[in-house]
């Protein structure tokens, strides 16, 4: 935390790719944007015409039963946000305008590993002003029958420890916990690809959802065994994946929080709940600024240390 200055993007990058939900192809730009920015989404048209804007905010979610959608009172701008919401948090994006011009963030490869490599195209660069953050003060909790999500202060950045149960021989009882920052986030988590099972495909597809989702977007599970021809990319990919997930539901605070979730048998509906009830409780945060780095000097020289060193396709089930 300490020196840490706000960041933003070198350079613009665009990505292209499918919607998982709608199918729809679409493309989406990473620009840069000035401090105190934020993310904001930009809903554009097919010529580039700004249409709709909008600030990635808790209070901009819409929806959260099939993936988080971000939208206003004139409806939803897009959804399946998270992906690419958890690579930026990950990598200490503070400050990113974000244009779309389809409905639906792309899928990718249905991890975040995509958006790390766009962004390491464009590269980032510090700002002048300092990062700020939310400190937690005290522990925000809630609890939905086998469910529960809570947040309590943790003085050593941002820690997800997340349990997951599920009622499948290859996925059964799984748990991780892991303090999150760039390294830690591009070598644990991003990879992580959303998962599905094959039972549901029909369910989904008739409800309009999923129409998108292949192999190649999505861990899809059989009764008995991963159909995807690669497997797994790790023997916990399931539970690393709600990580993911969780860090790209709580981006939505507006600032790097200062803090450790944890998240048992939850999902994006369980992660919005936590993150609404701690804004809602002003006690329960602040926002602080990183302190300014010291001079420390060295054989006559000053030198400052550098300032930057999805869920399933269904419901949110236990």
């Not at 493309?27 to 554009?44: C, E, H, K, S």
């Not at 590269?123 to 809630?142: D, H, N």
């Not at 804004?279 to 006559?300: C, N, Y």
Request: charged share 25%; aromatic share 6%.
């Amino acid at each position: 935390m300490k020196g840490a200055q706000q960041t933003t993007l070198r350079d613009a990058v665009a990505i292209s790719g499918v919607g998982v939900h709608s199918g729809k192809p679409v493309t989406l730009t990473l620009n840069p944007a000035d401090d105190d920015a934020g993310i904001v989404f930009q809903r554009v048209s097919a010529d580039g015409t700004l249409e709709r804007e909008i600030r990635a905010d808790v209070r901009a979610v819409t929806a959260t039963e099939f993936a988080t959608v971000l939208g206003d009172a004139s409806g939803p701008l897009c959804s399946t946000a998270e992906h690419l919401l958890a690579a930026l948090r990950g990598l200490n994006v503070d400050n990113v305008i974000v244009e779309i011009d389809g409905p639906e963030v792309p899928i990718m490869d249905g991890s975040a590993a995509p958006f790390v490599e766009a962004l390491d195209q464009a590269g980032l660069t510090s700002r002048a002003l300092p990062r700020r953050y939310i400190e937690v003060l005290k522990t925000i909790r809630v609890a939905n029958g086998g469910s529960l999500g809570e947040l309590r202060p943790y003085q050593h950045g941002f820690r997800v420890e997340a349990e997951i149960e599920f009622d499948h021989p290859l996925i059964g009882k799984q748990a991780m916990a892991l303090d999150i920052e760039p390294n830690s986030f591009r070598r644990e988590i991003a990879r992580a690809r959303t998962f599905g099972f094959m039972k549901d495909v029909s369910k989904l597809w008739s409800a309009g959802f999923a129409l998108g989702a292949s192999f190649d977007n999505t861990l899809v599970i059989s009764e008995d065994r991963v159909l995807n021809p690669e497997g797994l990319r790790f023997a916990d990919e399931f539970v690393r994946h709600k990580i993911l997930d969780a860090l790209g539901d709580l981006a939505l605070s507006g600032h790097p929080l200062l803090a450790a979730y944890k998240t048992v048998r939850g999902g994006h509906k369980l992660n919005h709940a936590v993150l609404s009830a701690l804004m809602a409780d002003t006690s329960a945060w602040r926002v602080v600024e990183a302190p300014a780095e010291p001079v420390r000097r060295s054989r006559g020289h000053a030198e400052l240390s550098p300032a930057l060193a999805a869920a399933a396709y269904g419901p949110d089930v236990s």
